[in-house]
């Protein structure tokens, strides 16, 4: 994206921690300045209404007490708490426009594929570091 609040993009990961538990991470950013908009950790998990918390705090926190002018793109994976009926209304009211992408698409979450100067493949900083040691 050429510009920042055009697109976002949403998604969640865990890891253990030191006493056996797993912390779940939901967050938001932006596909231009990869900026993380807002997040919400828990050792319960996610659903739809925490990823509407954090679409919420996001358009606040970019937006103020107002709308965006224009709708913003909320680009996830196809994951319950995501494509839930109730996820999707949220959204368009607060005028994000939900976009899933496949699981196995190269633009995944707004990253796209990138092609180093020998023409290797990589989705990140860190698969280009380790193909480079190979």
Request: hydrophobic share 30%.
């Amino acid at each position: 994206m050429a510009e920042s609040d055009m697109r976002w993009c949403s998604d969640g990961f865990e890891f253990g921690c030191d006493n056996g538990e797993k912390l779940r991470v939901t967050f938001a950013l932006d596909c231009c300045d990869r900026e993380a908009i807002d997040w919400a950790a828990s050792t319960v998990g996610y659903d739809s209404s925490t990823v509407q918390d954090v679409m919420l705090m996001s358009v606040e926190k970019r937006f103020g007490d107002r709308l965006p002018d224009t709708a913003v793109q909320w680009l996830t994976d196809n994951g319950s708490a995501y494509t839930a009926h109730e996820t999707q209304r949220f959204a368009r009211e607060l005028d994000l426009e939900p976009c899933t992408t496949a699981v196995s698409s190269p633009q995944r979450n707004g990253r796209t594929v990138r092609e180093d100067d020998e023409g290797r493949l990589y989705h990140s900083p860190r698969e280009y570091r380790r193909q480079r040691l190979r």
